[in-house]
Each structure stands twice: as structure tokens, then as C-alpha cells.
């Protein structure tokens, strides 16, 4: 137990001395059976123009899928996913039941950096997934 808290030490040490600065405090998404809940709550938003929600579905690529402009102060901050079900685009199916979600935090100067990645079993129940797919066919 000692040796785990000099560790923790160590770390917190280097991190202070090289001034890394950390922007998300939490970072969660859960299933409802119906949507996928994404909420961060962020440290610091120093120099923060705005972040990227992205999506991964079954350990494919990551797509942008929402915008959220920084407050400018520590916030949280709450997205509900509604399409976890359905189609990206004509070619591009989004089913899938293993969801993985990243935030790219954009920063005033252009730069940017991603959080950790977060990832969720999302398992639709059958009305969800036939309403979601008949509302789809009208879009």
C-alpha cells in the first residue's frame, strides 16, 4: 500500500512540475434501453473553444456526432443519444451493440486533444428499434 502511494506521488509530482493541465473531471455513458446517456463533467475550460462528441460503433472508426460549445468555467455538460439504432448515412449502418465514445476537446488556438475513451453495451428493446427504423424511412 505504501509503495502504491509513493507512486501516486510520483505522478501527481511530474504532472504539476510539466504543468498538464486536466480538462475532464468525469466522463460516462450508459444505456437506458432506449438511448445512450453521455455525460462529462469538465476540471478546467482555460482556453477551451468547444468539444466534439464522437462515436464509435463495434470498435469502428470514431464519428463526430455532436458540438458543444465551452462555458468558459468548470460544467457539466449532458448529450442523450437517440440515433445509437440507426443509419449514419445510405451506406453506413450505425446497429451495433457495442458503442465507444471520446470527447476532442478543441482548443481557442486551434489545437486540440481527446479525452479517454468511454464504451457501453446498448441493447434496444424491440418497439424502440421498430419506431426508430419506421421515423428513419421519413427522414
Known amino acids: 500500500m505504501k509503495k502504491l502511494f509513493q507512486i501516486f506521488l510520483f505522478i501527481a509530482a511530474v504532472g504539476i512540475a510539466f504543468g498538464v493541465e486536466t480538462y475532464i473531471e468525469t466522463f460516462t455513458a450508459t444505456s437506458n434501453g432506449k438511448d445512450i446517456v453521455v455525460e462529462f463533467k469538465t476540471l478546467n475550460e482555460k482556453n477551451v473553444l468547444l468539444f466534439e462528441l ?43 451493440n457495442s458503442y465507444s465514445y471520446r470527447i476532442k476537446i478543441v482548443f481557442k488556438d486551434g489545437t486540440s486533444s481527446y479525452s479517454n475513451t468511454v464504451n457501453v453495451e446498448h441493447k434496444v428493446n424491440g418497439f424502440y428499434r421498430s419506431w426508430g427504423m419506421i421515423k428513419e424511412m421519413f427522414r
Do not use: C, H, W
Not at 463495434?58 to 442523450?80: E, M, Q
Open 54 to 96: 464522437e462515436r464509435a460503433v463495434n470498435n469502428n472508426s470514431f464519428k463526430k456526432i455532436t458540438t458543444l460549445n465551452a462555458k468558459g468555467f468548470p460544467s457539466y455538460y449532458k448529450y442523450v443519444d437517440q440515433e445509437a439504432f440507426l443509419k449514419d448515412s445510405e451506406n453506413d449502418k450505425v446497429v451495433g
